[in-house]
């Protein structure tokens, strides 16, 4: 007896739908973001500001603005791909930064 296997017909996901899981991931980390600037400018409101907690709460505020253009390219449907060279920017970077906007390459050549 044989048996006989039919293809599966596969479709690849929507844009939005196959980066949902960073697009949570992003919002998680905004929130945090958000409220460790609210934190830091907290800090550096004080009579005598705290250089640290002012370098911070830049670098946390570019931070945010970073997360923004992330969500921004889920929606737009160009989330993955890099922004200068439009190569596939591989997972594993987007697991360990997923606001990334550039390829290693494009981001080293920035430097």
Do not use: K, N
């Not at 998680?28 to 907690?53: F, G, K, S």
């Not at 889920?74 to 989330?79: F, P």
Request: proline share 6%; net charge neutral; with cysteine.
């Amino acid at each position: 007896m044989s048996t006989v296997l039919s293809p599966r017909t596969t479709t690849a996901p929507a844009p939005a739908a196959r980066w949902e899981a960073f697009r949570v991931l992003l919002d998680e980390q905004r929130a945090d973001c958000v409220r460790q600037h609210e934190l830091a400018l907290a800090e550096a409101a004080t009579a005598m500001p705290d250089p640290v907690a002012v370098s911070r709460a830049a670098s946390l505020a570019l931070t945010i603005e970073e997360i923004d253009a992330a969500r921004h390219r889920i929606a737009e449907g160009t989330y993955g791909s890099c922004v200068h060279c439009r190569v596939a920017i591989p997972t594993e970077r987007l697991e360990l930064r997923p606001f990334a906007a550039g390829c290693v390459a494009c981001q080293a050549s920035a430097r």
